[in-house]
């Protein structure tokens, strides 16, 4: 007899216990809010310049965005300008398929999905590789390998009266580039000291809205530069997701420090008017 009762409440603990670990997990994400589903940068239709690739929102792309650049970088945005306007690429590296990096990818051209874990927050796009937020309480390591994404480590904040946290705090350092904030060349600061400061959360007034304000602090710049990007879902359609591999048809190379085409029929092409054929010195010449 005390056999068979033995038995019987060995058999029922393991129930017991993939209930309370089951009852645990489900508990541990009611803290988190609910940013599930696909979001896409916000286009204001009654702007003509709004077409979502600009950095700061509300302004302009280019000039317009009256960067609060260092004479230095001034400089240079507006030879990489004068570059552009000549057919080149000037500091736009993202035209050779170089990530865009921290944190010029959350202007979000492609959709956006948000998986949110206890431990960490994954922000996936269709056009850059995915981000990790740490949220496990790491301390920053004393050294950090280098990256276009960088290394992000957030907090949860602002519990609402549910318990329920409302804002996710995020810092990125640990950056290489070449980075810039858009395609118009405006370019961070060659030490790549760049540390990026954001507050993610949704409006007050519309579930279907997220804020993310983001605050660059880099020696290319006189100040701190925050945006607020916005970015919306539409909860009633099924979110469907495609993949953009930048380097397929890309027809665009760089060689040393110069652009050029490559045309359909596979021949090497200018892009500047007079522009020099890339230096041969390592290929055999043939015919005279």
């Known amino acids: 007899m005390p056999c068979r009762a033995m038995i019987v409440l060995l058999t029922i603990v393991p129930t017991v216990c993939v209930a309370l670990v089951g009852n645990t997990q489900a508990q541990s994400t009611d803290k988190y809010p609910d940013w599930s589903g696909q979001w ?65 990818l959350m202007t979000v051209v492609y959709p956006m999905e948000i998986v949110i874990t206890p431990k960490t927050t994954y922000i996936l796009t269709d056009n850059s590789e995915p981000r990790r937020i740490f949220t496990d309480g790491r301390a920053w390591p004393a050294e950090i390998e280098p990256s276009f994404n960088g290394l992000s480590i957030g907090t949860w904040a602002e519990p609402n009266a549910t318990g329920r946290y409302e804002v996710l705090e995020v810092e990125t350092r640990g950056l290489k580039g070449p980075r810039t904030f858009e395609a118009s060349g405006i370019r961070m600061h060659d030490d790549n000291q760049t540390v990026v400061k954001e507050r993610i ?4 007034n519309n579930n279907n809205m997220l804020l993310d304000e983001i605050t660059t602090i880099d020696h290319a710049l006189t100040r701190p530069w925050t945006v607020v990007k916005q970015y919306i879902r539409d909860p009633n359609t099924t979110p469907i997701w495609y993949f953009n591999e930048c380097a397929e048809n890309n027809p665009l190379i760089l060689v040393g420090k110069e652009s050029y085409y490559v045309s359909q029929d596979g021949f090497l092409m200018p892009v500047k008017k007079g522009q020099r054929p890339p230096d041969l010195r390592y290929f055999e010449r043939t015919g005279k």
């Open 201 to 204: 959360y949704l409006d007050k």
């Open 40 to 104: 896409k940068t916000l286009i204001n239709p009654t702007r003509t310049f709004a077409f979502g690739f600009q950095w700061d929102p509300s302004k302009g792309p280019g000039p317009a965005q009256e960067a609060p650049l260092t004479p230095e970088y001034q400089a240079r945005y507006e030879a990489n300008l004068a570059d552009q306007a000549a057919g080149g690429q000037g500091d736009e590296r993202h035209s050779y398929c170089i990530p865009l990096g921290m944190p010029r």
